[in-house]
């Protein structure tokens, strides 16, 4: 491989982590998850645009965060390697890639789905990008901010089949929303130092580690029936509630045993680590049951 090749693939591969992979790929499974238990039917062709047009949304939006934060990602560990803080792109290319990508993907998307589908695209980039991101360094609360991006995923993949905002669609929001909080408080505590470093604000930092495992007790205590809703909702079967009732205790018990015995930063860890889990067990239930009901 000539050198230009080399020079244009590490190019390409730094912009492709600007759009974080990784956490694209766990919003696109739950888009698909949206997509698959919504009732109605979608095209493959359909299908699969709406797929490529929601990770475009997502992937601009990431791009973006990481142009916003290129400063302080270069004082925590998982983001100092990043394109920007590393040093091995300018600031305006990775701007007006996630400007170029947003352009592109929200109008693809209300066009491959629908014009409520594209809204929802489109409340979840400009709430990502323009509140959350800055209002991070700002206060803890903007984990209730971003949870709403996070949420919205599911839904939309429900609207994109449905063309309508309808209480399963709902229920596939409000178990992500729910979910994200325990999760993230999570991460607050066992990367306390880097967020402080960053100039980040968490809750552990605003309020003590205690407060903030009582908090993680107290959402995933709201998870549960949260999580169990879509199957008295008719979106989900009875396999689905037996799997929901006991992932829900693992993760609740994991908690509790935080509290009670005034854990810090390695069970922090563990319960992010069963967090994500959870989500994934959770949504894979919710796909194999779908297609039970379906056969």
Request: charged letters at 15%; a positive charge; aromatic letters at 10%.
């Amino acid at each position: 491989m000539s050198e230009r090749a080399v020079v244009a693939s590490g190019a390409a591969a730094d912009l492709l982590s600007l759009t974080k992979p990784r956490l694209s790929a766990l919003v696109l499974a739950t888009a698909a998850g949206g997509m698959w238990l919504a009732p109605g039917h979608l095209s493959v062709a359909r299908a699969l645009l709406t797929l490529l047009a929601t990770a475009g949304t997502v992937g601009a939006a990431n791009a973006l965060n990481c142009w916003w934060e290129r400063d302080s990602d270069r004082f925590m560990a998982r983001t100092r390697r990043r394109p920007l803080p590393a040093g091995r792109m300018e600031p305006a290319v990775a701007l007006w890639f996630g400007i170029g990508l947003a352009a592109i993907c929200l109008p693809a998307l209300a066009l491959s789905a629908n014009l409520l589908t594209g809204a929802l695209g489109l409340l979840a980039f400009a709430s990502y990008v323009f509140v959350y991101t800055p209002m991070k360094a700002r206060s803890s609360a903007a984990m209730l901010v971003g949870a709403v991006p996070g949420a919205l995923p599911p839904l939309m993949g429900w609207t994109a089949v449905s063309g309508a905002i309808e209480l399963g669609g709902l229920a596939l929001f409000a178990l992500l929303f729910v979910w994200q909080l325990p999760h993230t408080v999570a991460i607050g505590i066992f990367r306390r130092e880097e967020y402080e470093a960053a100039g980040l604000k968490s809750l552990p930092i605003e309020r003590g580690e205690a407060v903030s495992r009582a908090h993680i007790l107290v959402y995933l205590t709201v998870l549960w029936p949260v999580a169990v809703a879509p199957y008295f909702l008719g979106v989900a079967g009875r396999l689905y509630l037996v799997a929901a009732v006991a992932l829900g205790a693992a993760l609740f018990g994991l908690g509790a045993w935080g509290v009670v015995k005034r854990l810090g930063r390695p069970w922090a860890r563990q319960l992010f680590l069963a967090s994500l889990l959870y989500l994934s067990a959770i949504f894979l239930v919710l796909m194999v049951d779908g297609g039970i009901r379906r056969a």
